[in-house]
């Protein structure tokens, strides 16, 4: 388990005249992070300055950032501590500055890149990323109806719908879930035929998977 964002997310503000942009993603690879941080470079190419920070790896063993000539400790460092007070992974983020004529100081330019990412990450969602377990339940058709509706109740969404001579539903099961075990032998008098698929890795909020789109 760690923490990352769902997608992408912005914040902007503006300090002592210079416009500051945040950007923040979840990526799962050293490559897509460096690829995100050449998109905005590109696209802001006129900033004064575009800083990143990222963190990879579940046991956070890819760390990297950029000043990108700001003073030396000023922009990226900063950046990366709100990544790890945040207890974020798998994640990156570039602060844009447009220069407004301003000098901030290297304690206002702590604060400002500190408030990039911090406005980013408000910006948007901060999720709990999960192991699941894909798990196929196949059933006779009288008990369709109450799992229907269970499913519904408890915020289930349904992979996968199978009508045979039995119905299946496949749905992501947390692994600490063990109730909805208990609750379809009960719906069908113990005849539910239960079968984990497979592991997904998927985003959470307050135990509630979210699927992106």
């Known amino acids: 388990m760690y923490y990352s964002m769902l997608g992408e997310s912005t914040g902007e503000f503006v300090e002592k005249k210079s416009r500051f942009i945040g950007f923040i993603k979840r990526v799962e690879t050293e490559e897509e992070a460096l690829k995100f941080i050449e998109e905005k470079k590109s696209k802001y190419y006129d900033a004064t300055h575009n800083t990143y920070a990222y963190i990879i790896g579940e046991k956070k063993n890819i760390q990297r950032y950029s000043d990108d000539g700001e003073p030396s400790g000023t922009a990226g460092v900063p950046m990366l501590e709100v990544l790890k007070k945040e207890d974020m992974t798998n994640v990156v983020t570039v602060v844009t500055r447009y220069f407004g004529g301003v000098l901030l100081g290297a304690g206002g330019l702590v604060r400002a890149y500190t408030k990039g990412v911090v406005e980013a990450i408000n910006g948007g969602t901060k999720v709990l990323i999960k192991s699941m377990n894909r798990t196929k339940f196949t059933y006779d058709y009288t008990a369709h109806g109450a799992i229907t509706n269970y499913l519904i109740t408890n915020g289930y969404?349904?992979?996968?719908?199978?009508?045979?001579?039995?119905?299946?539903?496949?749905?992501?099961?947390?692994?600490?879930?063990?109730?909805?075990?208990?609750?379809?032998?009960?719906?069908?008098s113990g005849s539910v035929e239960i079968k984990i698929l497979g592991e997904v890795i998927l985003p959470t909020v307050d135990g509630k998977i979210l699927y992106e789109v």
């Open 157 to 188: 969404k349904v992979i996968e719908e199978n009508y045979t001579d039995m119905v299946s539903v496949t749905i992501d099961v947390d692994p600490e879930d063990k109730k909805i075990f208990d609750d379809m032998n009960d719906m069908t």
